[in-house]
Structures are given as C-alpha cells and as structure tokens.
C-alpha cells in the first residue's frame, strides 16, 4: 500500500467506515509489534503496547496531519507507548532479560537465534533514545529523514544518537561475547 492508500483509508474511516481502519490495522500491525517488541523484550507487553497504539490511532485519527506519513505517526505513537511501559517498569520490577513466551518464535528455530537473543539482550541495556533510532534504522529500515520525522528530531542529532547508539549497541554485544 502506498501512502496516497493510507490517506484513503484514513478519509474513509473519518466517514465512519470502521472497516478502512481494519486496513490499517492489517498493514501496521505486525511492524508496530515488531517496534514494541524490540523495545521492550516482552511479548505480552508488546501486544498490550500494540493495542493501545491502534486504540490511540483511532481515537485521534482526526487529529493526523494528512501532510505527514501515516507510518510515521503511528511508529511515534508506538515508541511512545513502549517508552511509557518501560518507565512504569523501572517504577516497579527490573526488566526481564529472557522474552517471556512458551512457543518458540521463527528466530528460535533457525540457526540464528544464539545472534538474535544476544541482539536483544544488548539492545535491552542501552539507553531507550539510543535503542529507539537503532530499532528504527536497522530493524523498520527508516531513512533518516523518516526517523527525523517519527521523533521530531533533526537529521543530525538522529545521526550523533545512531552513532553513539552503535557503539553502545557494539561495546553490549561485546559484553555478551559476541565479536
């Protein structure tokens, strides 16, 4: 779908039509996900963040600048969400380190998942403003300009935190005995 569908859907859904939602919710849903999940390293929280992202998209659809990628706002809405779950977390338990599911996931299954885990064990101790244009950048594959657009940062200060978000990212995987 091309951003001209997603401004469709979303007129359509400010005429009432529900269902131009449910298009959204099905391009969007498993990259929002993916987003929250990265950040969080919770399965479950994921899903609640995800909820409450579509929950908050629809209840302020009419406030979207139709000047602007829907993509854009919803991953906003989506770091923000994941930002408030781990400030509640550090309120109240430590972060856990091992994702919380019973059923292997497909990066469990392949031969990959050793890097996978020691990936998201690394993410999981960089500072949240570092993690979150890393996540961006090499997992959602955003430009700069979109990363810029998404946190309403200027391209250089999105550039000096993915540099320095690299070097975290590279002196934790390090740490986690990965060369």
């Known amino acids: 779908m091309s951003r001209t569908d997603d401004r469709d859907l979303i007129r ?19 990259p929002v996900f ?24 629809f209840e302020h659809l009419d406030s979207f600048d ?7 706002w919803i991953y906003r809405i989506a770091l ?7 400030n509640k977390q550090s309120r109240f338990d430590p972060l856990d380190q091992e994702p919380q599911s019973d059923a292997d996931g497909p990066a469990q299954q ?17 500072t949240p403003a570092y993690r979150t244009v890393i996540i961006l950048k090499h997992f ?9 657009q998404i946190l309403d940062l200027p391209e250089k200060t999105v550039k000096s935190r993915l540099y320095s978000g690299r070097q975290s990212l590279k002196e934790a995987l390090v740490k986690e005995g990965v060369h």
């Open 12 to 30: 359509q859904c400010r005429n009432g039509d529900r269902q131009a939602f449910e298009g959204l919710l099905v391009k969007y849903e498993k």
């Open 34 to 57: 993916n987003v929250a999940y990265r950040m969080l390293n919770n399965i479950e929280d994921a899903r609640d963040v995800t909820q409450t992202v579509f929950l908050k998209a």
């Open 66 to 72: 139709e000047r602007y990628r829907f993509f854009s």
């Open 80 to 86: 923000n969400e994941s930002i408030n779950c781990l």
């Open 110 to 126: 392949t031969g990959s998942a050793q890097m996978s885990d020691s990936m998201q064990a690394a993410l999981m101790t960089i």
């Open 140 to 148: 959602v594959e955003c430009s700069y300009q979109e990363i810029s």
